[in-house]
């Protein structure tokens, strides 16, 4: 079993950057496959990103390719999401979420442990 809490959130403006941080309470983090995911107001809980055990593989959603990297350091039992050129509609709560799977699933409904998230509000 695995602990996650976020960190990092915060307001900023259109065209900042950020980084969350994800730091994971478990002695066999290396095992879990991460995943970040965020919800807007009013809207479902939506994929972001996600990384395999090893990091090696990474997978993201359309909307934040090319502006998103999601990063792990096993050492420290961290994952990181860098959000570069940030957009109005990138405003939500920001989760983390790990996986037993090893593989870097979309599917909400594969991620047994969350963290309780993190606020991101890009102001235009």
């Known amino acids: 079993q695995v602990q996650l809490a976020e960190s990092g959130g915060g307001l900023v403006q259109t065209g900042d950057s950020l980084r969350l941080s994800c730091a994971a309470s478990?002695?066999?983090?290396?095992?879990?496959?991460m995943s970040w995911f965020r919800q807007a107001p009013g809207k479902e809980r939506d994929f972001v990103a996600a990384?395999?055990?090893?990091?090696?593989?990474?997978h993201y959603a359309d909307s934040v390719k090319g502006r998103f990297t999601i990063s792990r350091d096993n050492a420290k039992n961290m994952a990181y999401l860098q959000m570069n050129s940030l957009k109005p509609e990138d405003t939500a709560v920001y989760y983390c979420?790990?996986?037993?799977?090893?593989?870097?699933?979309?599917?909400?409904?594969?991620?047994?442990?969350w963290g309780q998230g993190t606020q991101v509000t890009v102001s235009s």
């Open positions: 478990a002695r066999s983090f290396s095992s879990y496959a």
């Open positions: 979420a790990a996986n037993t799977l090893g593989i870097t699933t979309v599917s909400r409904w594969n991620y047994p442990y």
């Open positions: 990384i395999s055990v090893s990091g090696s593989n990474t």
